[in-house]
């Protein structure tokens, strides 16, 4: 295995294994700490053999984890990194609303009511923009497990 071949086989490796975590109902300190751990391995990873969208995901995750446990400014800057990239490339369709999801999110862990309904909105509209059945369920999926601030 190349170097090449190398960080792509452990971006994929790291980004599963978080969200393995990210599913696990009874997760422990340990467990949160290695969630996020492979979140930032995952990303690093990908900025050697990914482009815009694995990049973008990267944060995405990053983002997510860092809201599910309670690290708001975390989850903002990720998240905020993750959805100037949708914009800077144009995506419109399931990226996009994964990525407001991502910005919803984070806004509820950083307890900004404000953003948290703008971005839920605006992720509800994209969502129900997605033309395929199966990208729609899975976005839409994400988006009803956003909390309130």
Request: aromatic letters at 12%; hydrophobic letters at 45%; a negative charge.
């Amino acid at each position: 295995m190349d170097e090449k071949e190398a960080h792509q086989y452990f971006a994929i490796e790291t980004f599963n294994g978080s969200w393995e975590l990210i599913e696990k109902a009874d997760r422990t300190p340990d467990d949160d700490a290695e969630m996020l751990q492979r979140a930032f391995a995952s990303r690093w990873h990908w900025s050697f053999v990914g482009g815009a969208e694995q990049l973008a995901t990267g944060d995405w995750q990053i983002a997510h984890v860092a809201s599910l446990l309670g690290y708001g400014w975390m989850a903002q800057f990720y998240a905020r990194r993750a959805f100037n990239a949708c914009e800077n490339e144009g995506w419109t369709d399931w990226r996009r609303a994964s990525m407001l999801e991502g910005m919803a999110r984070a806004a509820a862990a950083a307890g900004d009511e404000v953003d948290h309904a703008k971005y839920y909105a605006l992720a509800e509209e994209a969502v129900a923009a997605i033309e395929e059945d199966g990208e729609r369920e899975v976005i839409a999926s994400q988006l009803a497990t956003v909390p309130k601030p």
